[in-house]
């Protein structure tokens, strides 16, 4: 096991009911900025809770975040913080809503002239203005962990930043929201959460033995679960597990002690800021080429993936690890998500050169495990996934 630090200040408030405790979380006399995406909060029952809660709190709101934050929107927010002195924000969201609110903490507090040097230049945060959650779809783990992740459609860029101030205060996660969710949005939690493990454990053997199963546990959670909640949003037990696991795949936990990979987020970001792909999509895009690209590296743990995720008993190390990725593709497939590109747009010509290019002008010159897959590696990959 490789040595760590673990430290995750966000409080979680989980379950039925528990938007109302908003009133005895949020800092007494707090100037609250509500911020929101685009409308679903007003139509399922949860804007209502949320503004019952905040009785007594001076609240300015914010509305109009889209998925996939955009610079643009978030500027307009900026002005309000700083206009109107806002202490606290609110997102009452998914990831997106988050992310805003994340930017907008260290945006606050930011001196320089261009707040898009936080995302360009990837600026650590050791402080923000303080925020917290209300979450509305379980995927991203943005509830508690302190990355973000804006988009800005002038110049088709997707990029993160994050930094111990980036954590939420705390995050109400009541799984009865996930009742409104539409199938698409649902499938797209269920991917980028899976995602979210495989890009933690798809490296190379470790012996860390715990984190190892955290994360099988994770996904066997996930696939059992699946179903369900896509049946039936409204199953209580089954929306809980979901919203758990969401949350538990990208919290830091999983993550300690061992190597971490992240390249098919990388590749990913890129189809999002081209095409304007879902999120997790673009995942189920990358994963399968990314592992089958780079199998001789990545078959240790991709066999035992197979084996103690998807019970494959038979056959080589390769045969498993070969039959694991294609039970992960028939497994994005039974969430109506498709695998390659070409499902999403039939402009994919140049994408991989492209995306080349943009690693090789930002010195992305080494990612993965090894952190040395090179922008020429990437072009295959993405390539591949055509
Ligand atoms: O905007 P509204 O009207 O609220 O509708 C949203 C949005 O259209 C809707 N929705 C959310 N909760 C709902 C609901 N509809 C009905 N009922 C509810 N209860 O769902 C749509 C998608 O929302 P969004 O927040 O965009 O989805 P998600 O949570 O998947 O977030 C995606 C963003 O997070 C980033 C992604 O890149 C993307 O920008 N990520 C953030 C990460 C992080 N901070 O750690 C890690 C991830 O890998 C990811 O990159
Ligand atoms: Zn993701």
Redesign the pocket.
């Known amino acids: 096991m490789l040595n760590f630090e673990f430290k995750n200040p966000t409080k979680i408030i989980f379950g039925k009911g528990q938007i109302e405790k908003l009133s005895t979380e949020l800092p007494a006399h707090a100037k609250v900025l509500l911020l ?6 007003k139509t ?1 029952g ?1 804007y209502e809770q949320v503004i019952a809660a905040l009785q007594g709190f001076e609240v300015v709101e914010f509305g109009g ?5 955009e610079y643009a929107v978030l500027l307009k927010a900026l002005q309000i913080i700083k206009d109107q002195s806002i202490t606290f924000i609110l997102a009452v ?7 805003g609110a ?1 930017f907008l903490s260290a945006a606050a507090l930011y001196e320089g002239d261009e707040p898009w040097d936080i995302l360009s230049k990837g600026i650590r945060f050791e402080k923000g203005l303080p925020f917290a959650s209300v979450l ?7 509830e508690m ?1 302190s ?5 800005r459609a002038e110049t088709q860029e ?1 990029l ?1 930043f994050g930094g111990p101030g980036m954590f939420p205060v705390f995050s109400i996660l009541d799984p009865q ?6 199938p698409r ?1 649902l499938a ?2 269920i991917t ?1 959460a899976f ?2 493990v495989l890009e933690q454990y798809m490296t190379y053997p470790i012996h860390a033995r715990l984190q190892d199963r955290f994360a099988e546990s994770i996904m066997q959670t996930l696939i059992e679960v699946a179903p369900l909640v896509m049946a039936n949003p409204a199953d209580y037990s089954a929306a809980a597990d979901f919203m758990w696991s969401c949350t538990m795949a ?1 919290n830091g936990l999983i993550q300690k002690g061992v190597p971490t990979d992240w390249a098919v ?1 990388a590749m990913g ?1 890129e189809l ?1 800021a081209l095409y304007g792909i ?3 999509r673009t ?1 189920a895009v990358i994963a399968p080429s990314h592992y089958r690209y780079n199998f001789e590296r990545k078959k240790e743990k991709l066999a035992q993936y197979g084996e103690r995720v998807w019970h494959i008993t038979e056959g080589t190390t390769e045969e498993k690890a070969e039959q694991a990725i294609v039970k992960t593709e028939e497994f994005f497939h039974s969430l109506h998500i498709q695998t390659k590109l070409s499902a999403y747009t039939d402009q994919f010509e140049n994408t991989a050169e492209q995306i080349e290019q943009r690693f090789t002008q930002r010195n992305w010159l080494g990612i993965g495990e090894y952190k040395d897959l090179k922008p020429s590696d990437v072009k295959k990959i993405v390539e591949m996934s055509y």
């Not at 929101?36 to 909060?41: A, E, H, L, Q, R």
């Not at 509305?136 to 943005?142: F, I, K, R, V």
């Not at 990355?147 to 988009?151: A, R």
Request: aromatic share 2%; net charge negative; no cysteine.
């Open positions: 929101y995406g685009g409308g679903s909060i399922n949860v975040v889209p998925a996939n934050p969201g998914g990831g997106s809503v988050i992310d994340k509305t779809l379980p995927a991203t783990g943005s962990n990355g973000s992740v804006i988009s997707k993160s929201v996930i009742q409104s969710i539409p949005q797209n939690g980028d995602t979210h990208l987020h970001h999002t879902d999120h997790a995942l």
